[in-house]
């Protein structure tokens, strides 16, 4: 994995996005050459296309990230990532030409452009089929080795195993620290060199999995294997690395305080955070203000009540406020005031509630919460003050994704299907504190992008 602004990245997702640009700039360029030799014109190569070619590429690219061309199941499935491919180059099409539209110094004719696109998709899927072996095959995968053998190394075992992994387990070795649960783990007593070990299995990378650390910590192993140019990670580390989220389960404060993230430089980049957030609410809010009186209306129509309710949720450092949305639900949603978790396919949900949920326009009126700065548009969703109270009694470290602003969509939202229980609470929280640990503009971005991808696709918002 290659570390981009303190977010991991597969090798296989490099090797894949660069070749993929490439073959959308030739793509560019193999639309403009058939529609030049179809009039009869001269077909050289010209440099004043060289920027339209970048915008295509570019615009397309961007979109085939937001609809998940790049997650473990395209990588996987040819098939798979030839459906969304289509979808990506049908919405890229519509990008180009607003770009066309807005800047008409992008020299695009309409049919170069559908040469291009076509060129570009059969190029694209034809370069999936060739790479499939590579990029599912072992030559991408990290060689790791395993020190302990009780159920943290059986855990990385597993985590090995799963379909997609970027990692591979080459051994492991049995460091008397507690029962092992790991078949054929070596013990740490019968391997004469650890360094010589290492290089025999062709390790790259070791991972530190031991049950007990008091008294069991191989600081002379892994000094002698840090010299030879080996990673060495912890294990709530490496977890954190493969997974995208925060394993509670091996988690301790003091990972928490001494591990790289929470880091203060993020200020300015929370500047710059702000003013996007005021700008497109501001915009978000004109824009879109026919759409949300029609749902009003809509909402109005069909069930007595408001059109819109106010409900309490916890924000920045356990603050209060109000979110507003068009309601979806009917008016006796909750009797006596009492909160009730929102279920999939809830009953409470009315036909037009149903309808603006799926495509997510109840959520618009949250725009001016992030105009008034209670919320921002990347963030862990704010969860109303009963549920907070609960879940801080019941999960550890609760308290702690409040750091951040709470937002309309996150880092959870686009990796987490829907749920709600304490336990899918756990697991959207080990995301939120991922996110809270290495928040960055470019994690933001990419979250921003990927949201099109769960407002497409809902059910495959676990996918990664």
Known sequence: MIRLFKHYVPHAVLLLGAVDFLLLLLGAEAGWALRLWQIGDQVEIA????????????????????????GHEALLSVRFASARLVVALSIGVLVVSTLI???PGIMFWRSSLLYATFASMFALIAARTLLRSTLSGEGLKRRVLVLGAGPRAARLQRLSQREGSTFRTVGFVGMNDGPEEVAGAVNRADIPSLARHIVRLGAGEIVLALEERRNALPLEDLLRAKTTGVLIHEFSSFIERQSGRVDLRSLNPSWLIFSDGFS?????????????????????????????ALAALAVKLETKGPAFFRQ???GLYGQPFELIKIRSMRIDAEVGGK???????????????????????????????????????????????????????????Y????????????????????????????EKLEYDLYYAKNYT????????????????????????
């Open 47 to 70: 440099g004043e296309r060289i920027p339209t070619m970048i915008v295509f590429a570019v615009s397309m690219q961007l979109v085939m990230v937001s609809v998940g061309v790049y």
């Open 339 to 397: 909160a009730v978790w929102a279920v999939k396919d809830d009953p409470r949900v009315t036909r037009v509630g149903h309808f603006i949920r799926k495509v997510r326009i109840d959520e618009l009126p949250q725009a001016w919460s992030v105009l008034k700065g209670e919320m921002s548009f990347v963030g862990p969703r704010p969860e109303r003050p009963q549920f907070v109270a609960d879940l801080e009694a019941r999960l550890p470290y």
């Open 312 to 314: 309490r949720r916890v």
């Open 101 to 103: 539209f807005l800047f």
């Open 264 to 292: 203060s430089g993020r200020r300015v980049s929370s500047v710059a955070k702000r003013l996007f957030d005021i700008l497109v609410s501001l915009a978000l809010l004109i824009l879109t203000a026919p759409v949300v």
């Open 441 to 464: 503009p470019f994690l933001d971005i990419l979250i921003l992008m990927q949201t099109l991808r769960v407002i497409l696709w809902p059910e495959t918002s676990g996918a990664r």
């Open 399 to 426: 308290g702690e994704r409040h750091v951040v602003k709470p937002g309309i969509t996150g880092w959870a939202q686009i990796n987490y299907p829907y749920g709600a229980s304490v336990e899918d609470a756990r």
